[in-house]
């Protein structure tokens, strides 16, 4: 089982992961996430990518297949994995099928309105220690500038300055259209409109994915 949660950047994506990788235990994969791992470590792969990952446009196809390719091998996603940020583009979506095509897929969509993004994102913080997200506005953090979970310290995301949020906002355009029609005609595509609260989100996916998937309800309701 493959779940893609795809959406525009401040659409919940991460959040949604969260609370399915929870509810039916399959493991979230955000090479978002794993991109910028790789720059707070300075790996060899982070010094490549920090400058890109900074300003919003996409890591080239040729990295982001290696680091695909080696997560999906590892033991955690033998039986399901949910993807959160990939893929971008046309050219991703086949390399996927390529190296991992045979599973059941569910493909949603959270879509939200280019105001409500910019709104979001600016008011986004995230925990250096353990990567929690909050919105200043309508999920603040109880003591100023500190998470609630691990007390690390909140910082907004380089790529989430305004001019980078217009930017990353212009790119996900551009580049998602193909990837929605790919998927509508593999008649596994679905959306979900993502401006409601968290819960009400979180409800519409999983009924989707229990419509869907016979393999979930095999592992165990996901409510
Ligand atoms: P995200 O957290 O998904 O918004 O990703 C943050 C940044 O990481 C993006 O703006 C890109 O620079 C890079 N990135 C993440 N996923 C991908 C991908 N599938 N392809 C190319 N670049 C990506």
Do not use: W
């Given at each position: 089982?493959?779940?893609?949660l ?29 991109l910028?791992?790789a720059v ?26 290696k680091i ?8 955690d ?9 990939y ?40 925990c ?23 007390q ?12 980078v949020?217009?930017?990353r906002?212009?790119?996900y ?23 409601f609260?968290?819960?009400?989100v979180?409800?519409n ?6 419509k869907?998937s ?10």
């Amino acid at each position: 089982m493959r779940i893609v949660l795809l959406g525009p950047p401040g659409s919940g994506k991460g959040t949604q992961a969260g609370l399915l990788e929870k509810r039916c235990g399959f493991p979230v994969i955000s090479t978002g996430d794993l991109l910028r791992q790789a720059v707070q470590n300075k790996t060899p792969l982070g010094e490549k990518v920090k400058s890109v990952v900074g300003s919003g446009e996409l890591v080239s196809d040729e990295i982001m297949i290696k680091i695909l390719k080696k997560r999906l091998l590892e033991i955690d996603c033998k039986n399901g994995y949910i993807l959160d940020g990939y893929p971008r583009n046309i050219a991703q979506v086949k390399i996927l099928e390529e190296i991992n095509g045979h599973r059941k897929e569910v493909v949603i969509e959270l879509y939200l309105e280019r105001d409500a993004i910019i709104e979001r994102l600016g008011a986004r913080r995230v925990c250096t220690k353990c990567g929690a997200i909050y919105n200043m506005l309508e999920h603040p953090p109880k003591k100023k500038g500190r998470c609630d979970i691990c007390q690390g310290k909140l910082i907004r995301r380089d790529d989430d300055k305004p001019k980078v949020i217009k930017e990353r906002i212009k790119i996900y355009n551009k580049e998602i259209g193909s990837v929605i029609d790919y998927y509508k005609r593999k008649n596994v595509y679905h959306r979900v409109d993502a401006q409601f609260k968290i819960n009400e989100v979180f409800d519409n996916i999983c009924s989707i994915i229990e419509k869907e998937s016979e393999d979930i309800k095999e592992v165990g309701s996901i409510r």
